[in-house]
């Protein structure tokens, strides 16, 4: 979820070995979604680029097998970026943690 602020939208690429989601611009305020199931390996991996100003902020795993199946996406998995920060949502701890802090321009 773009959480900018100021009308500041934000570029992201999100893919798996398997599936290339392609480049998105998402306006702040909205959010990005997709579903997938994991694979028979149980090693599934969602990775994303997100940028803003042409220049990559963040690189992040937005889903991976081993470290999101133990409680902090038991049904969705929630991100949401600010000039600042990259947060992801614990489900099993109901909080927002920083994941990532921005690079300052």
Same mark, same amino acid.
Request: charged content about 30%.
């Given at each position: ?5 100021? @009308? ?9 070995? =398997? ?27 969602? !990775?994303? =680029? ?12 937005? !889903? ?6 133990? @409680? ?5 998995? !929630?991100?949401?970026?600010?000039? =600042?920060?990259? !947060?992801?949502? =614990? ?15």
């Amino acid at each position: 979820m773009n959480q900018r602020g100021n @009308g500041k939208s934000i570029e992201v690429h999100c893919q798996s070995v =398997d599936n290339d989601l392609n480049n998105r611009v998402v306006p702040d305020g909205n959010e990005v979604a997709w579903k997938f199931r994991e694979n028979i390996l149980e090693n599934t991996r969602f !990775y994303c =680029d997100l940028k803003w100003n042409e220049t990559i902020k963040f690189k992040f795993d937005a !889903y991976r097998s081993h470290r999101d199946d133990w @409680g902090r996406c038991f049904t969705k998995c !929630y991100w949401k970026v600010t000039d =600042d920060a990259l !947060y992801g949502y =614990d489900e099993e701890n109901e909080n927002w943690q920083i994941i990532h802090l921005a690079v300052k321009d």
